[in-house]
């Protein structure tokens, strides 16, 4: 079993930052892939971003692309999401997942451990 717990999220005006991190509970996590997901009210949650098991490769949503950086610290058991440039768009309950394999994906059903969840909210 891995317990996974999200921080950081809030309430940030467009162009504005903020950094999630996610804390596991379990030595496993250091070889599992790590996944960020965000579900809008009325929409189907979505891929954001994953993190390869040593942090060496990396996938993002296209419209993230160049604005959220993935990235983990096995020895604390850590995977975080720095957002940048934030749109009003991006308001979500963000997820932290962790996968059953060791390479990135964005496949929802390859990720058997969820968080509860943190609410980002971007104000225009």
């Known amino acids: 079993q891995v317990q996974l717990v999200e921080s950081g999220g809030g309430l940030v005006q467009a162009g504005g930052s903020l950094r999630l991190s996610c804390a596991a509970s379990?030595?496993?996590?250091?070889?599992?892939?790590m996944g960020w997901f965000r579900q809008a009210p009325g929409k189907e949650r979505e891929f954001v971003a994953a993190?390869?098991?040593?942090?060496?490769?990396?996938y993002y949503l296209d419209s993230v692309k160049g604005r959220f950086t993935i990235s983990r610290d096995n020895a604390k058991n850590t995977v975080h999401l720095q957002m940048n440039s934030l749109k009003p768009e991006d308001t979500a309950v963000y997820y932290c997942?962790?996968?059953?394999?060791?390479?990135?994906?964005?496949?929802?059903?390859?990720?058997?451990?969820w968080g509860q969840g943190t609410q980002v909210t971007v104000s225009s």
């Open positions: 993190i390869s098991w040593n942090g060496g490769s990396t």
């Open positions: 379990r030595r496993t996590f250091s070889i599992r892939a």
């Open positions: 997942a962790a996968s059953s394999i060791t390479m990135p994906t964005t496949t929802r059903a390859a990720y058997d451990y």
